[in-house]
């Protein structure tokens, strides 16, 4: 089944300690999203990703990274986690951004411990 | 900038009753979307139901159904016939016609079903 895929599921790493999660998608879509989503609150956007053009949301801190080396694959790189960072982070994708309606499909997220 | 709230942090309700999920926003814009999101525990965040602004009928998706109220900025989502497996998170999204396909998320409902 075509599916947005998430790699690990779970996540611990150290404070300071660079962090990498995996996103991939066999949906052929263009877009692809990375939301972050902490304990009981709504999933935010980070950034986005449409084809290789990267969309950064004004408030997402430079301490989140993002690559996307072919259309499958996106990656959130965190530099240095803080214990602010410990989270759910969901990536997403869509087929495109236009005016016409696009639904978002969901990975099912890693949950990331920052020790 | 447009808002989402969701102000039930939980709902119970009995397997086989109805039960409706509140959502209000704000917007200065004519023409957008609006979605209702289901988390359950530890899976995917899936679509339930959307709603376009433009269109003045209410989206209804087999058991699930909105009540969409454009002058009072309000969308609710009416579950009938409640089951176990609609257990989980519920979120209320607002997607903007012009800014790209991005979503703003409601805080969410955790909804609970008793046998």
């Known amino acids: 089944d075509a599916m947005v895929i998430q790699n690990p599921r779970y996540q611990v790493t150290q404070f300071g300690k660079p962090v990498t999660l995996s996103c991939s998608q066999t949906?052929?879509?263009?877009?692809m999203y990375w939301y972050q989503q902490k304990s009981s609150q709504a999933p935010k956007l980070l950034f986005h990703y449409y084809d290789k053009d990267f969309n950064n949301e004004a408030d997402t801190p430079d301490n989140f990274q993002s690559r996307r080396p072919n259309t499958s694959f996106c990656f959130l790189d965190i530099r240095s986690p803080g214990l602010g960072d410990a989270a759910m982070y969901l990536c997403?994708?869509?087929?495109?951004?236009?005016?016409?309606?696009?639904?978002?499909?969901f990975g099912p997220g890693t949950r990331l411990t920052v020790l | 900038a447009q808002t989402v709230t969701q102000s039930q942090p939980e709902m119970s309700v009995q397997e086989a009753e109805t039960v409706t999920l509140s959502c209000t926003y704000d917007t200065s814009e004519s023409d957008y979307y609006l979605f209702w999101y289901k988390q359950p525990p530890s899976r995917q965040m899936i679509l339930v139901i959307r709603q376009e602004a433009y269109k003045q009928q209410n989206a209804t998706e087999n058991r699930f159904s909105v009540n969409f109220q454009k002058a009072a900025k309000s969308f609710s989502l009416k579950i009938s016939d409640s089951q176990l497996g609609d257990a989980a998170m519920y979120f209320c999204?607002?997607?903007?016609?012009?800014?790209?396909?991005?979503?703003?998320f409601g805080a969410g409902t955790i909804l609970r079903v008793k046998s």
């Open positions: 999204a607002y997607r903007s016609s012009e800014y790209g396909n991005k979503l703003v």
């Open positions: 997403a994708t869509s087929r495109d951004t236009s005016l016409s309606y696009n639904e978002q499909f």
């Open positions: 949906l052929n879509h263009n877009v």
